[in-house]
């Protein structure tokens, strides 16, 4: 009668042989499959691990494009995978090669010849592999001047204001691959009912242990796929059915559960279950979809501003608090200079502030943030007052060493940035990542920070090399721009739009020329000096709403205007100005 042991020793060699996908047995395995005498329990249990552990021959194969990759970087990718097919034990094997983004490389002549001739370079590739891509659709590229224009957020005509882009910056593919295009329409209905119900549990998961939360999260959870529902719609309705993706959904969901974990730090009042998750979620679709849109004042705003999408949210939210005052009071309550230590010069203004909470959310759930808006809106700014703040115990406050660290790897961008230089930057804070990863993975975050990023030239893609980075994030991402990023990109992150409303202006004027609230009243003596400031303000909306101005002047000229007055305030008479 065979053993157990010397049954499974002989179904091991024969699955060695049979089995296509698994590489030569190691030296371990092979030592035990063949000694001569019986193996004992152990040794079983070892042979059997080791097999457990047999490496498999790749199948699937991914190679991300770009307009970096040459034609022999592609020879070189696939000299394996062809040596592979071709070997004799794999011949009734398919192995997959996916090319994403097809359309970004300057070799379509090459992938011409591998989708519709099955050759490279003249000779037959082995039959069993097969070729797959994905493609951005190709639409022709805005001129120099309509890119200066939209990265201001107003056209021309001042009329209409492109909140999203929906260029792609790819290559038109040749007449002879035309036909190979299958267009995929995303997930709908049921598809998208079932995603958002997985979506949902696992987040569960991550935050609930208890039963009885557990019940009441879920029933809260549910509205949260409603809200997403509602946000989509209003998206693809206003700005257009390529504005949102599924990674919009993901990202909605890491938000949820750190603001369930992190509200009681800045509002405690919300102790609660119910309004605790209500309040994390409505965050949560604040910062995905409500600050990608621009003011309720911006010209030509009124069919897709934040006003109007708070009223489409809060219609599915039902009762309780608005999400525009639901997002003012949480900004205004995490971003304090109690919290913060903030130089003195330097104001607390509603842009700045709402840089400074999207910012550190962000970067905690390592989501990507797109910060864009004209020049002198402190996006900049507001890095590096996280930065600043964000040292772990040695933060300068209590509330800011009850975050993570966070260690900003910068990149300043030029027109002559190339995507080596990028990948280079993105090396080193992975790098760093992973040793602290070793101690404490959540104590520190490491951040690339890309400034000035719409500057590489657009026609020759630099940007497209961080798409991987931002697929699947080791290290957290800020970039700021005064350009709209194109669709692909925009789409691989959270977009924050900056710009200044009358209220900020205005508060901006005041801390630059150290007015008080005090100084507002008309008995006192510094009432002129506040009236002053408040018609500094009006002059300056006024003139921006020139185009030939806004372009030469921003918001940072305003800014040393009021400084230089400071600096002379001793020698104004602001009564005989205002008068």
Request: proline share 4%; hydrophobic share 40%; net charge positive.
């Amino acid at each position: 009668q065979v053993s157990i042991t010397e049954l499974l020793r002989s179904k091991i060699i024969d699955w060695y042989s049979t089995i296509p996908l698994l590489k030569a047995e190691p030296k371990q395995v092979s030592d035990l499959l063949y000694q001569q005498k019986q193996l004992s329990t152990e040794q079983t249990i070892e042979l059997l691990q080791a097999f457990m552990e047999t490496p498999l021959y790749k199948v699937f194969n991914k190679l991300l494009l770009h307009p970096g990759i040459a034609q022999s970087d592609i020879i070189r990718y696939l000299k394996p995978v062809t040596s592979l097919a071709r070997n004799g034990k794999l011949k009734d094997t398919s192995l997959i090669v996916f090319f994403d983004e097809i359309n970004t490389s300057k070799c379509l002549g090459m992938f011409k010849e591998i989708f519709c001739d099955h050759t490279l370079q003249g000779v037959a590739l082995p039959p069993n592999i097969f070729f797959t891509a994905a493609i951005n659709p190709f639409t022709e590229l805005a001129t120099e001047q309509d890119s200066a224009l939209s990265s201001l957020g107003v056209s021309e005509d001042s009329r209409s204001i492109p909140v999203y882009r929906h260029a792609y910056q790819v290559f038109e593919l040749p007449e002879s691959m035309q036909d190979l295009i299958w267009v995929y329409r995303g997930i709908k209905g049921k598809g998208m009912e079932q995603y958002l119900r997985h979506k949902t549990e696992l987040t569960l998961d991550a935050i609930v242990s208890g039963t009885k939360m557990r019940e009441t999260i879920s029933k809260e959870l549910r509205l949260c796929g409603r809200l997403i529902t509602a946000a989509h719609a209003f998206c693809k309705h206003r700005l257009g059915k390529g504005s949102v993706s599924q990674r919009d959904v993901k990202r909605i969901f890491q938000l949820v559960e750190y603001f369930w974990r992190h509200l009681p730090m800045f509002m405690p009042e919300a102790d609660k279950t119910e309004d605790r998750i209500r309040i994390a979620m409505q965050l949560s679709v604040g910062i995905v979809y409500y600050l990608r849109l621009p003011l309720d004042t911006e010209v030509g705003a009124s069919v897709a501003s934040r006003g109007v999408f708070s009223i489409e949210i809060d219609k599915v939210m039902g009762s309780g608090d608005g999400l525009e005052r639901v997002m003012t009071t949480a900004i205004k309550k995490f971003v304090t200079k109690k919290h913060f230590k903030v130089p003195k010069e330097i104001t607390l203004t509603k842009a700045l502030s709402e840089n400074i909470f999207t910012i550190i959310a962000c970067v905690s759930t390592k989501v990507p943030l797109g910060i864009i808006g004209i020049p002198g809106s402190s996006k900049t700014l507001s890095v590096h007052i996280v930065r600043d703040n964000l040292r772990g115990a040695l933060s300068h406050t209590e509330f800011c060493k009850r975050l993570p660290a966070f260690n900003v790897f910068f990149h300043q961008c030029s027109e002559y940035s190339t995507p080596e230089e990028i990948e280079k930057t993105f090396a080193t804070a992975k790098s760093r990542q992973r040793l602290y990863g070793n101690q404490d993975p959540t104590s520190t975050r490491c951040m690339v920070f890309l400034d000035e990023a719409g500057l590489p030239k657009e026609k020759q893609m630099v940007l497209k090399v961080l798409h991987p980075f931002l697929d699947n994030p080791e290290v957290s991402f800020v970039a700021v721009s005064n350009f709209l990023f194109d669709s692909a990109n925009s789409n691989r992150m959270v977009t924050l739009r900056r710009s200044l409303d009358k209220d900020d202006l205005e508060v901006l004027a005041k801390g630059c020329l150290v007015i008080s609230e005090a100084s507002q009243s008309a008995k006192n003596e510094n009432y002129e000096a506040c009236q002053f400031a408040k018609g500094l303000c009006r002059g300056f909306r006024c003139l921006q709403m020139d185009a030939a101005f806004r372009q030469m002047f921003h918001y940072r000229d305003f800014i040393y205007t009021l400084l230089y007055v400071r600096w002379n305030a001793h020698s104004v008479d602001f009564g005989s100005l205002v008068n």
